[in-house]
T-cell receptor, first 115, second 112 residues
Framework: GAGVSQSPSNKVTEKGKDVELRCDPISGHTALYWYRQSLGQGLEFLIYFQGNSAPDKSGLPSDRFSAERTGGSVSTLTIQRTQQEDSAVYLC?????????????FGPGTRLLVL | GDSVTQMEGPVTLSEEAFLTINCTYTATGYPSLFWYVQYPGEGLQLLLKATKADDKGSNKGFEATYRKETTSFHLEKGSVQVSDSAVYFCALLNTGFQKLVFGTGTRLLVSP
């Protein structure tokens, strides 16, 4: 079946612009996660959704970052007023449900470059 | 907080050599443990996992055993291939905390 998909695959933007990153999880997966992979910070958790709600937003690096999920499916990560330190690969993952034993399946990522 | 420590890379081996990549963790409770692999130009893929102490995860000739007494989850393969060249990430997922906590990754380079 189809895996997690993300768009765009690459995004180049100018400092100060807003960007939206999209994630389509595996059909039927109720849990969705966003991570960021950067050279300096490795792989870091940003936020997760159970259905449409996000109980834990503590991983978002600043108030310029926000995320939403609608219809229990597609999620959008928005970065406002982008900064050069936001340059990274943004990864989305989904799992059948929210449980420690569940495998998180990752998408290919969106590579963001802020000039 | 929870953390994962992996051996520094790169690990450079010849084809058919034995591989060990060390991984230790610090966590409260009883986390699940994972190895993910990232091949060049590709996304993260689950390699194997173990959800409780003494479980052994295995896949594609790789295996790792969940050792609670030593808080370790070392990755092993008896005979590596050039196609195994990739970055390997050890990770944990703790009950009640839904985020994967990753190690820094270990790059494996296998030469013919």
């Amino acid at each position: 079946g189809a895996g997690v998909s993300q768009s765009p695959s690459n995004k180049v933007t100018e400092k100060g612009k807003d960007v939206e990153l999209r994630c389509d999880p595996i059909s039927g997966h109720t849990a969705l996660y966003w991570y960021r992979q950067s050279l300096g910070q490795g792989l870091e958790f940003l936020i997760y959704f159970q259905g449409n709600s996000a109980p834990d937003k503590s991983g978002l690096p600043s108030d310029r970052f926000s995320a939403e999920r609608t219809g229990g499916s597609v999620s959008t990560l928005t970065i406002q007023r982008t900064q050069q330190e936001d340059s990274a690969v943004y990864l989305c993952a989904s799992s059948p449900e929210l449980a420690a034993q569940e495998t998180q399946y990752f998408g290919p990522g969106t590579r963001l470059l802020v000039l | 907080g929870d953390s994962v420590t992996q051996m520094e890379g790169p690990v450079t081996l010849s084809e058919e050599a034995f591989l060990t990549i060390n991984c230790t963790y610090t966590a409260t409770g009883y986390p699940s443990l994972f190895w993910y692999v990232q091949y060049p130009g590709e996304g993260l893929q689950l390699l194997l996992k173990a959800t409780k102490a003494d479980d052994k995860g295995s896949n594609k000739g790789f295996e790792a055993t969940y050792r609670k007494e030593t808080t370790s989850f070392h990755l092993e393969k008896g005979s590596v291939q050039v196609s195994d060249s990739a970055v390997y990430f050890c990770a944990l997922l703790n009950t009640g905390f839904q985020k994967l906590v990753f190690g820094t990754g270990t790059r494996l380079l296998v030469s013919p």
